[in-house]
């Protein structure tokens, strides 16, 4: 059973950066989906970046060019580059792993600009907030 925990948020201003990470445990195997999702007060959950096992990657609109999701594949941590960061970037930040399927999803519905909000994710992290201010 992979868990995750997520870690890395915080407080910035506009334009500012961070980076979230979020290590995966419990499991040698490197899951075939991980992914970042972001939850806003009174908003539904959103795809934010996806990555396969063997490094493809899919970005929502919102955050294409300002974020970047990358893995080490050797120490099973999942990253979130994230530059110029906006107020409506604010929300509860979630890390999320799946089977490869997950992944075909994610992408359908980013190049449908479409919102995803993860169901063929299997296992999610307990979330870190992040606050932007303008």
């Known amino acids: 059973q992979v868990q995750l925990e997520e870690s890395g948020g915080g407080s910035v201003q506009a334009g500012g950066s961070l980076r979230l990470a979020c290590p995966t445990s419990?499991?040698?195997?490197?899951?075939?989906?991980m992914a970042w999702f972001r939850q806003a007060r009174d908003e539904e959950r959103e795809g934010v970046a996806a990555i396969s096992k063997d490094g493809q990657a899919s970005y929502a609109d919102s955050v294409k060019g300002r974020f970047t999701v990358s893995q080490d594949n050797a120490r099973n941590i999942l990253y979130l580059e994230m530059n110029s960061l906006k107020p409506e970037d604010t929300a509860m930040y979630y890390c999320?792993?799946?089977?490869?399927?997950?992944?075909?999803?994610?992408?359908?519905?980013?190049?449908?600009?479409?919102?995803?909000?993860?169901?063929?994710?299997?296992?999610w992290g307990q979330g870190t907030q992040v606050t932007v201010s303008s």
């Open positions: 419990g499991n040698t195997d490197i899951p075939n989906c």
């Open positions: 999320a792993a799946g089977p490869r399927v997950a992944c075909v999803f994610f992408k359908a519905h980013t190049e449908a600009h479409a919102r995803y909000s993860g169901e063929e994710f299997e296992t």
